[in-house]
């Protein structure tokens, strides 16, 4: 059997590790063979392939990125699935790894729904909202780099009486912002799922202040503040109808300092949670999963993708992964509340 991979969609630390788990179950206990599929639906699309073998997988699992490239490219565009079977018969593949979050999942489950292709996933995002796998590789390591950017923070800030405020990612699900804000004692924790208001934000701050601390605040990319429409109803609105801020913690900062007197710096983290190491943690989960696709893809599951459940590695359907996102849930809001302020 010739097993074709593709990494598509943002990269996430423990993309790497996939891949090498992947390889090295299928050469050493299935006797399968390995196709590297480059830059994602790209590569399938524009035959872009090269052979894969435990050679070129050796001590990747540490490494950041993707040895295989990654892009966005929509494995509908460009003669889609009928260009991309030409391409799996003249290649001689059997099966294809896709290796993606919410949109290349989403796509592979179609592929196989509507056109018969071969396919089974691996879920990964560092922003953790898939549905249907406990956490996703990727997240740990997001959540150390961002935890670890807190505890600098706080050390500067102490130092000139200031409030912090750190940007972390996630477009749609505060996961990094909670998990990093917990770890790092942050005073506020702003996430998309609960939008507080400025004032709410203010008191946090003040009364971290207050208390002779230097406040710090963890805020998602996703969030908007309640009642900011009249606020900065001039900014404009993204594709998503979202108010265009130019980064949450930019427009944040100056309205803390104006409203609670407190001088205040913003620092935006962007890619820098997504580049280097991964933890143990991810690395393992990882691995796991990138075995369990071969036996997926063994099995002719398609449609089914590798998730955690528990300490367990599972299967599940694609489908049921992107149906919807996993938000941050009422009671993960409720906990950390004693915390802030
Ligand atoms: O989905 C993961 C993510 O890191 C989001 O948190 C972020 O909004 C987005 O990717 C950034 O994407 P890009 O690398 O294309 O700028």
């Keep these: 059997m010739n097993i074709g991979i593709l990494t598509s969609g943002g990269d996430c630390p423990g993309l790497n590790a996939v891949i090498r788990g992947a390889v090295r179950k299928g050469v050493r206990s299935e006797h399968m063979t390995f196709s590297g599929i480059r830059d994602g639906w790209r ?5 872009d392939i090269a052979p894969l073998t ?16 990654t892009s966005r490219t929509h494995p509908y565009s460009q003669g889609g699935p009928e260009q991309m079977k030409r391409v799996i018969a003249a290649r001689g593949i059997d099966a294809i790894i896709a290796i993606g979050g919410e949109g290349t999942l989403a796509g592979a489950a179609r592929l196989v729904r509507d056109d018969g292709l071969p396919v089974v996933g691996v879920p990964k995002t560092i922003d953790n909202d898939l549905d249907n796998t406990d956490y996703t590789f990727g997240f740990d390591t997001a959540a150390e780099i961002a935890t670890e950017a807190i505890d600098r923070l706080r050390t500067t800030a102490e130092s000139h009486h200031r409030c912090m405020v750190v940007e972390v990612m996630g477009r749609n699900v505060g996961w990094i912002a909670l998990h990093s804000g917990m770890a790092g004692g942050a005073h506020a924790i702003l996430i998309p799922e609960f939008p507080v208001d400025y004032e709410q934000i203010y008191a946090w701050v ?12 963890v805020v998602s990319e996703g969030f908007m503040p309640a009642g900011a429409d009249e606020q900065v109803a001039d900014k404009g ?30 620092t935006l983290l962007g890619h820098l949670q997504r580049g280097g190491q991964p933890t143990a943690y991810d690395r393992v989960l990882a691995t796991r999963l990138g075995m369990a696709a071969v036996d997926l893809a063994a099995n002719g599951s398609w449609g089914q993708m590798a998730s955690l459940s528990g300490t367990d590695i599972v299967s599940v ?9 996993k938000l941050v849930p009422q009671q993960r809001w409720d906990e950390v509340q004693v915390l802030l302020g």
């Design 206 to 217: 003040r009364s971290a202040h207050d208390r002779g601390r230097a406040p710090l605040v």
């Design 317 to 325: 359907s694609m489908e049921s992964a992107v149906d919807k996102l």
């Design 54 to 69: 435990t050679h070129d997988v050796r001590g990747i699992s540490g490494r950041g990125g993707t040895i295989l490239g």
């Design 237 to 266: 609105r993204d594709r998503d109808g979202r108010i265009r801020l130019g980064g949450i913690g930019n427009h944040l900062a100056p309205m803390i300092e104006d409203a609670t007197g407190i001088e205040t710096r913003s």
């Design 43 to 47: 590569g399938l699309l524009e035959d």
